[in-house]
């Protein structure tokens, strides 16, 4: 089991990027999938999580409305389309996959983990 998040890179504030999540050793659309985020210095959190059963998506507060979770079970590829990206947002972000189906933001349960792309955002 594997997942290869890219897409990171450095941007100017108010900009956009498109992340991605590509799996491979299991079958995608088994699994709900969850972005995550860790800042230097500060706590990871949870940004976006898409489920596998009805397509249903969560945001964290701090991105709802400029981020947007996707999956492409055919490319075996989940994506965070990232938009009016801010200072705040500069983090190694990182996918993973929900053991559980419903775990959205509890990492515990996420059993396997990409390696993380940067993003910066230049102010």
């Known amino acids: 089991v594997q997942l290869q998040a890219s897409g990171g890179g450095l941007v100017h504030t108010g900009g956009s990027l498109r992340l991605s999540c590509a799996a491979s050793?299991?079958?995608?659309?088994?699994?709900?999938i969850g972005w995550f985020r860790q800042a230097p210095g500060k706590e990871r959190e949870g940004v976006a999580w898409i489920s596998n059963s009805d397509g249903s998506t969560y945001y964290a507060d701090s991105v709802k409305g400029r981020f947007t979770i996707s999956r492409d079970n055919a490319k075996n590829t989940v994506y965070l389309q990232m938009n009016s990206l801010e200072p705040e947002d500069a983090a190694v972000y990182y996918c993973a996959r929900d053991s559980t189906g419903v775990a959205i933001f509890i990492a515990e349960v996420y059993d396997y983990w990409g390696q993380g792309t940067l993003v910066t955002v230049s102010s």
């Open positions: 050793g299991f079958t995608l659309d088994d699994y709900a």
